[in-house]
């Protein structure tokens, strides 16, 4: 009996780990959990409505996918289509970034093989929950490579739940930023390994990390041009050292073999003027290695000194003359316009206002920061400020990272996304040292110098060495005060991101759903009602005029032929159609007959203003016989009596507003009341001459949201018309108006 | 807003050679006369109002301006004046940026500085070459990013507005999403960037200082400031969007 207690008590000590694994324990742990919060907490809309693909972009990335699942890489990679851009086809494989298709066939293929019977679409929704779940592990590593595992274990948590990467990645997003992001992520991981460590394992490692960005986002230039900058400042305060020379090197020129291997890349890496950077700092590395060289073998340092300084001055001269050259000749092409616009704000209002109309590209007021942000905008400045105090090659990087990033998601509402991971990564650095420094000082048992430390509430300070304190109680409750405030800090950022996850970002934008009059919950498919009519009801060979908004899920859901769509690579071909939707019906027809088509699709929104600006100014871009001025009354868009003469008849108005002036839409107020303009509306008894309404879709409620993140689909929503033109066909498809309840 | 209307009353007059009398540039000072305004109707300003020759009520006959399309200044007046009378105002001729005084002062001065800034270069003591500069300046990024200052510049956003209802009123704030003003972002950027400074004079200037009693004073008045300037930040972030933020409880439980 005496032994029983002793081997009880010994059996107990047998399972009391050691502080290392207990401390493994504990971070394994909470690396599983973060994964699967982070996965979770993007399947708002899935478990809300169903699994399905959202918005517009998707269902282009979507189709391609189902096509690499039938027909194989080959005829993929090789793959014209003939189906959009009626008649002009688009070369699919040559103009696309296949990374995205190519890694969801190879997990439904991987998923098969073990016998899942999944369909395709499941995996494209589920893909971008996935990858952001690998990305906090990459995050996790990265935090370890800057700062320590500590700093590692907060960026994960952070950046699992932050709304800036969110609203990319929800389930349903099926677009390249999910991907793009953890390979963004680990590409500069993996190249800040190879700097600290020099080996060359790792910069291959990275230049294959490059090339998986490169197929899968066109935002790989970022990387490339970040990388030199990185390496020109560490050259420029004198840290070069081998490792540096090995891990550039290395990932350069085989990242850049490897980059052309993408077709819609190609030579760009040797053309472009936007990767000339990467060229450059490339020779100026050779540069340097033989500098190193040369200053070994010589033992002079005056004679080295003189030749230093021919040597600088001759390369810069070189490469200045080979850069002026090549600019010259024309072989070096300048900087596109869609990233010069981040170089000059200014531009693509003036010059370019495809570019400038998208929502996603204006200026960021600093409420969508904070809205993306929340508390991480105070823990920033903290972290830049530690890393600034030890400064090494990798917290270098990141302070590079972070304020490039944040200076272009200034510029341009979508690059948010860009900057998330280093906002995440500084602030965690922040939170981690400074709770280390609470922490340390609760459990420390009376030793003769301490160190005090202060924290604010609202942001985090680091400790500051304070001699001889005797009033050590007060401390250690101050310390607990502060963990206390730091811990409510966090809880509040989770529920911010939280709700901004739910309400903001988790919208399909393809089934819209609104409160009624009782509070139940009303849904509207009308999309989808919509090309599943076109998709059964029309003949196979039919072709389908829209604005260019709709034009993926036309291909993908009703499977027709669409003249213009997404991809907007034709400017005029979509000015083409701005100018029948703006012209009256007689000199529409013609344009409709020419383009051979059968069906015109309309989606009759309430949210005026933004599009229609769009198809005016990019049809009377081209055309000069649109001029916007004829639209407007006093500078305004109206469509009440007071409009102008040519808004009230052209194509789209009258489409539009077919047989809508024998509507009552609301209570008291005239039949024809537009509730979305407030108006009623001018032009009540449209005739259409050439074409028929063939099919109108169900609904008439409204509902509007006033987030950013709906605004650039809810806006472009405006008016398409969809006539059928051919014959007797009319259809006319009136989707749903969207206005406040 | 009048300096650019003087622009294009100017490139008017220089395009056309001041051989073209169709069109006159003139502009009202509402304290000299009172009674033109109330002639024009003018409710609010910036005003701007473009008289047809076949006008006979000037309230109701001329055509206004309208307030949005003030974002492009120049460009948009010569626009409106275009499209209203049919006459081309020609390409717009803005002035340079600095004057040739201000340039040639400039030069002058960088010449003058050139030989002793390359002095301490090769000395290495330059301003460069301290870690706080640059992180002044990192400091400085930030703070133009996150303040909205991009905004600002491309949309060219003024600092203030007028209260509608009530002209005496200056509005700094912009009640909506997505849009905000002049002064609007210099004052949340600031409100961040005390957060951190407070940071930093704690963790250096503070050490230096004996006084124990001071010491925790100034640590206490740290806490504070930063726990009102989030708060304020929170404050003014909820009121300008509009959203209720709220965590999801289980419905069991209310």
């Known amino acids: 009996m005496a032994t029983m207690p002793a081997s009880a008590s010994d059996l107990l000590k047998s399972f009391k780990l050691k502080t290392k694994q207990q401390e493994l324990l504990i971070r394994v742990s909470i690396l599983c959990l973060v994964y699967i919060l982070a996965f979770i907490t993007r399947l708002f809309s899935v478990l809300r409505y169903e699994s399905m693909i959202h918005e517009f972009d998707p269902y282009f990335n979507y189709r391609t996918t189902l096509y690499l699942t039938e027909n194989g890489f080959y005829d993929f990679w090789n793959w014209f289509d003939y189906e959009s851009w009626y008649p002009l086809g688009r070369i699919v494989g040559g103009t696309l970034y296949p990374g995205l298709m190519v890694t969801a066939v190879l997990i439904y293929r991987i998923l098969r093989f073990l016998r899942f019977a999944v369909h395709i679409r499941e995996v494209c929704v589920l893909t971008a929950p996935f990858f952001a779940s690998n990305t906090t592990l990459v995050a996790y590593f990265f935090g370890k490579e800057i700062w320590d595992s500590g700093a590692g274990l907060v960026a994960a948590i952070l950046i699992a739940v932050c709304p800036g990467y969110i609203s990319r990645s929800v389930a349903g997003s099926y677009d390249n930023e999910g991907v793009a992001i953890f390979a963004l992520l680990f590409t500069f991981y993996l190249f800040v390994k190879a700097v600290n460590t020099g080996s060359l394992a790792w910069s291959l490692a990275s230049a294959f990390g490059y090339f998986y960005m490169v197929s899968a986002w066109g935002g790989y230039v970022f990387i490339i041009n970040l990388i030199p900058l990185y390496v020109l400042v560490l050259l420029i305060t004198g840290r070069y050292s081998m490792r540096l020379y090995v891990a550039y090197n290395c990932m350069y020129i085989l990242g850049m073999l490897l980059a052309m291997q993408i077709r819609f890349v190609g030579f760009q890496h040797v053309q472009s003027g936007e990767h000339m950077a990467a060229m450059g700092v490339f020779f100026l590395m050779q540069v340097f290695y033989f500098l190193d060289w040369v200053k070994h073998m010589l033992s002079d340092t005056k004679l080295f000194q003189a030749f230093l300084r021919i040597t600088v001055t001759s390369a810069v001269a070189v490469g200045g003359i080979a850069l002026g050259l090549g600019m010259v000749s024309g072989y070096i092409s300048p900087w596109t316009g869609r990233f010069y616009s981040l170089l000059d704000p200014t531009y693509a209002k003036d010059h370019i206002p495809i570019i400038a109309s998208v929502s996603e590209h204006q200026p960021t007021a600093w409420s969508s920061f904070m809205f993306d942000f929340h508390i991480l905008l105070f823990l920033f400045p903290a972290g830049l400020y530690f890393c600034f105090k030890r400064l090494s090659d990798a917290t270098i990087f990141i302070v590079m990272y972070g304020l490039t990033s944040m200076y272009f998601a200034g510029v341009m509402v979508r690059l948010i996304l860009v900057a998330t991971p280093a906002v995440c990564l500084i602030s965690a650095i922040a939170v981690s040292a400074t709770v280390k420094n609470l922490t340390v000082l609760l459990r420390s048992k009376n030793k003769v110098v301490q160190t005090g430390s202060t924290k604010g509430s609202g942001g985090s300070k680091s400790s500051s060495k304070a001699l001889l304190d005797q009033s050590q109680p007060f401390q250690k409750n101050g310390a607990i005060a502060l963990l206390f405030g730091a811990f409510y800090l966090l809880s509040r950022y989770a529920t911010h991101c939280t709700w901004v996850t739910s309400e903001a970002y988790s919208s399909p934008s393809i089934v819209l759903a609104a409160r009624g009059a009782h509070g139940n919950r009303v849904i509207f498919d009308d999309y989808r009602e919509a090309y599943f009519w076109l998709r059964q009801n029309t003949p196979q060979d039919a072709k389908v005029m829209s604005w260019w908004d709709y034009g993926y899920q036309i291909t993908a859901m009703g499977n027709r032929t669409v003249i213009v769509d997404n991809n907007t690579w034709n400017n005029t071909h979509i000015a083409t159609v701005g100018r029948a939707m703006s012209s009256y019906e007689d000199e529409a027809i013609e344009i409709i007959r020419s383009l051979d088509v059968d069906y015109v699709l309309v989606v009759f929104g309430g949210v005026t203003g933004y599009s229609s600006d769009d198809i005016n100014k990019i049809g009377g871009g081209v055309f000069p016989v649109i001029k916007e001025p004829d639209y407007l009354v006093n500078g305004e868009y109206r469509v009440d009596k007071g409009a102008a003469p040519k808004m009230l008849n052209c194509l789209m108005y009258k489409l539009c507003y077919y047989r809508f002036g024998e509507m009552m839409t609301e209570y008291g107020k005239p039949p024809g009341y537009d509730r979305a303009r407030g108006v009623e509306i001018g032009n009540k008894d449209v005739k259409l001459e050439h074409l028929e309404e063939a099919f109108t879709t169900s609904n008439w409620i409204n509902l509007r949201k006033d987030n950013a993140s709906f605004q650039w689909c809810l806006s472009l929503g405006i008016v398409d018309l969809a006539l059928a033109t051919n014959q007797n066909f009319l259809e006319t498809e009136l989707l749903t108006l969207f206005q406040a309840t | ?254």
């Not at chain 2, 081309?88 to 002793?116: D, E, N, R, Y």
């Not at chain 2, 706080?132 to 203030?160: C, D, E, Q, T």
């Not at chain 2, 963790?203 to 206490?220: C, F, G, N, Q």
């Not at chain 2, 209720?244 to 419905?251: A, E």
């Open chain 2, 1 to 254: 807003l009048r300096r650019e209307f003087e622009i294009v009353a100017s490139s008017f007059i220089t395009n056309h050679n001041s051989s073209n009398t169709k069109l006159f540039f003139g502009d009202i000072e509402f304290r000299e006369s009172q009674s033109s305004f109330q002639l024009f109707g003018v409710n609010s300003l910036p005003h701007v109002r473009l008289v047809g020759p076949t006008a006979k009520s000037l309230k109701y006959d001329s055509d206004v301006m309208d307030q949005g399309d003030f974002s492009r200044l120049a460009e948009s007046m010569a626009e409106f004046v275009e499209s209203r009378t049919k006459l081309t105002v020609g390409p717009i001729h803005h002035p340079p940026v600095l004057s040739k005084m201000q340039l040639g002062l400039i030069t002058a001065l960088l010449l003058l500085c050139l030989p002793l800034v390359a002095k301490r270069i090769f000395a290495g003591e330059t301003l460069l070459h301290d870690p706080k500069i640059w992180l002044s300046g990192a400091v400085f990024v930030y703070f133009f990013s996150v303040s909205g200052a991009m905004h600002n510049i491309i949309r060219k956003m003024p600092m203030f507005l007028v209260d509608r209802n009530d002209p005496n009123k200056l509005v700094f704030f912009y009640q909506g999403s997505g849009m905000q003003l002049g002064a609007e972002g210099f004052a949340v950027g600031f409100l961040y960037t005390v957060v951190g400074l407070l940071l930093a004079v704690v963790t250096h200037v503070l050490v230096y200082v004996k006084d124990a009693t001071a010491k925790r004073l100034a640590m206490l008045f740290t806490l504070l400031v930063s726990f009102w300037a989030v708060k304020k930040v929170i404050l003014l972030d909820n009121w300008k969007t509009g959203y209720g933020i709220h965590g999801f409880w289980p419905s069991s439980w209310n």
